[in-house]
């Protein structure tokens, strides 16, 4: 079962592939990228659902690689804006916009309805699907927080220069990447899919 | 864990239904069906694979009904199609066609390609949902055979009266129902999933 220990991350993101390498170091698993794979079609995000999203993602590319397979599918919940743009934050304000553009957009949409809650949640599903007994597992996280009023800060990546979490009045972009990591939505989806590889191939992994 | 007893068999096809239920029977579950349930919207069928299609059919019921949760999808593959109709077969000939329409379509395409190759094989992955620790689980079945010249009988449902399973010269529509349950794509999936069950669930199931 010694194949069981390499995990291919399944994400074209690149800020999900440098965050989920750090965050999964300890993890005893031989990381491997979708970037090491060839012809692979990128996988439809045609759920509807944060959890569907994830699974669809695994169980395409691990029935490529025939490997046991970690995909992640997240987004940002706005409650002024009933939960959008929610599964749809990567495609918000359309396929090509930029993160700036949409970060614009959205604050312009939380102004015009008049709402002055800017409550708002990152939420974080995990799908891992093992190839070699048909079986996904899912893992979700949420980070709860509010918006901003202005994208600030220059790290992390996504909405992340908009998001202040519960606590704290600096954004995911302003606060050191050890505290994002400690607290994010994806850190917590994460620990649980971290301790269930663990369970699953314990004394399998290279010490 | 006395609910885990309970499978919702989540399928809008009665076809299925019936085949599903007559197939558990013997397995100690006690079915529940998607008519029992008010208000769920139809899953929508966004994968390109059989098994993609079955495990968000799955996870989209199971996370309404809060149930285990039984999902089949299957259809017909033939090799002189290059494997269509494949995952579209429901929708072959347009989602309003009737099997009647499908299989003059299916029919006439063969005819149209002069390959002699009557080769096909129904394929069936069923997927089985549990949302109390977030697994999904998948399971398929082939049965190989060739196609009828024309539909004959009317037993079963959807193609079953173009297919004529290997081994025999009838159809799965002339065939009886306990040789078409004793060989069929569908049964042999079921199997998989019934074992799955019973190591899972052993013991709780009442007696």
């Not at 170091?25 to 995000?45: N, T």
């Not at 395409?60 to 939960?83: K, P």
């Not at 708002?120 to 949420?142: K, L, M, Q, W, Y």
């Not at 918006?147 to 606590?167: K, N, S």
Request: hydrophobic letters at 40%; aromatic letters at 6%; one cysteine or more.
């Amino acid at each position: 079962m010694a194949q069981h220990t390499e995990l291919l991350v399944a994400t074209n993101n690149a800020g999900k592939v440098r965050e989920l390498s750090q965050l999964l170091s300890g993890a005893l698993l031989r990381l491997r990228l979708l970037s090491e794979f060839e012809g692979v079609a990128v996988a439809e995000e045609t759920g509807t659902t944060f959890a569907e999203n994830a699974v669809l993602k695994a169980l395409h590319y691990s029935s490529h690689a025939g490997l046991l397979t970690l995909s992640d599918d997240s987004g940002l919940v706005v409650d002024a804006l009933g939960g959008a743009p929610g599964v749809y934050s990567a495609r918000y304000a359309g396929a090509g916009a930029t993160y700036a553009e949409r970060m614009r957009k959205l604050l312009a949409e939380v102004d015009s309805t008049g709402d002055a809650d800017r409550r708002a949640r990152f939420v974080c599903v995990i799908a891992v699907a093992d190839p070699s007994d048909n079986t996904v597992v899912t893992f979700d996280g949420v980070c709860e927080g509010r918006l901003a009023h202005a994208p600030r800060g220059a790290g992390g990546f996504g909405y992340d220069p908009l998001f202040i979490p519960e606590g704290y009045d600096k954004t995911f972009g302003e606060l050191p990447e050890q505290v994002k990591h400690s607290l994010s939505h994806r850190a917590r989806a994460l620990a649980g899919a971290v301790r269930h590889l663990r369970e699953r191939f314990a004394g399998q992994a290279p010490a």
